[in-house]
């Protein structure tokens, strides 16, 4: 569970413009119409479209500034079901999309709905908002994340990729909604960044979450900025054409350099930390490389390559679109996770108890009747 505090941007927008130039004029933004539970409206494109044009900042690049969400109901891997088909027809897009929508409203699908499920430990999602027909979740036709390979999966862990996660002390994979590895809980350092609010998943990449998926993005000539509305981070990537620094200075969202392709901001990140690298991957090999292109007012297509041979047996690249929403965003309160650590902590020892009392008592013998 995370606090999620009201507060505006001005602030934060008063110390980027420190360093960063803000663009003189603001793009509309064009919010979805709310999404309710009978949404069963068409998807398909209209007839007709009007002519669209990127619209550009002062210094002629395309306009990446304002706010959106990664939100999507598009799973990363692709099922088995569509093989190496990449796109899902209007009908099965929609049909995907209210399932969604259904389930997020009515609490199905693991949404944490605390109304429906008494054993649930967390909240119900829609009281406080946070539902992804509450957020601006779009319908996406891909069958899923994963573009590259042409399956659509996440290639094999090689023999030190696995060894690396069987080994691994205890992350979380927010799009997998699971565990990987073993979770040990010693010292607090144990618990990893999210738990202990030292970092929690700003990126790169930018992955669709159940919810505190946005993002607040400000451009000028010298650098982008890229606030998650998860954790609330920064991320400031200069575009002065300088080398990454040395590979022993390590940041917890890497050192990411970006430029442009024609409309495209492509930003290479590596010099990662190992204790926040991706999915667990090797710090010292691990390269993420996204792409940025603004394809109509409301979208830009969001696509990174994850590259780390000592991890996957080939690089593999996701798409992820990016809709425009209404700002200002929801701070993320990292505040309870410090209550975390302590009740975590002593439940460990509490575990550790009852084993060592499990292994002194025979067979058939409950517990409490042991001598």
């Known amino acids: 569970m995370r606090n999620r505090i009201w507060f505006s941007l001005s602030a ?34 209209p007839a007709t479209k009007k002519a669209w044009t990127v619209p550009r900042t002062p210094d002629g690049r395309p306009d990446l500034h304002g706010y959106w969400t990664s939100l999507s109901f598009t799973p990363m891997d692709r099922p088995a079901k569509y093989g190496n088909r990449e796109f899902l027809t209007d009908k099965e897009t929609q049909d995907l999309f209210n399932a969604g929508v259904q389930g997020s409203f009515d609490g199905a699908a693991g949404t944490g709905d605390a109304e429906n499920d008494p054993t649930s430990a967390d909240y119900d999602f829609k009281t406080y908002g946070l539902s992804p027909w509450q957020n601006g979740v779009r319908p996406n036709h891909r069958t899923s994340l994963v573009v590259d390979p042409p399956d659509g999966r996440i290639p094999p862990l090689t023999p030190a990729g696995e060894a690396r996660r069987k080994a691994a ?22 618990l990893g960044v999210g738990v202990t609010c030292v970092a929690m998943h700003g990126g790169p990449p930018i ?41 022993n200075i390590r940041q917890w969202h890497g050192d990411g350099r970006g430029h442009w392709e024609g409309d495209t901001l492509v930003v290479e990140s ?24 603004r394809i109509d007012a409301e979208t830009i297509e969001y696509k990174f390559t994850v590259d780390d041979p000592s991890t996957w ?33 002593a439940g460990a020892r509490l575990a550790e108890k009852a084993a060592a009392e499990k292994a002194k008592t025979p067979a058939g013998v409950p517990i409490s009747q042991a001598k």
């Open 270 to 293: 590596t010099n990662f930390r190992p204790e926040n690298a991706y999915r667990n991957a090797n710090a010292d090999t691990l390269k993420i490389t996204e792409y940025f292109t």
């Open 169 to 190: 002390r205890g992350y979380f994979v927010a799009e997998e909604g699971n565990w990987q590895g073993v979770v040990h809980a010693d010292v607090a350092k144990d």
């Open 12 to 45: 934060l927008v008063v110390v980027m413009t420190a360093v960063l130039w803000v663009p003189t004029f603001v793009v509309a933004q064009t919010q979805s119409s709310a999404i309710t539970k009978s949404a069963e409206t068409d998807i398909k494109e």
């Open 313 to 345: 047996t080939k690089p593999w690249t996701a798409i992820v679109p990016l809709s425009t929403v209404q700002g200002p965003l929801w701070e993320y309160a990292c505040s309870e996770s410090n209550n975390d650590a302590i009740q975590i902590l």
């Open 207 to 247: 992955i669709p979450g159940g919810y505190n998926s946005g993002l607040f993005i400000v451009q000028s000539p010298g650098y982008v900025a890229i606030q998650t509305e998860y954790g609330s981070e920064v991320r400031l990537i200069p575009l002065d054409g300088n080398p990454h620094p040395s590979a």
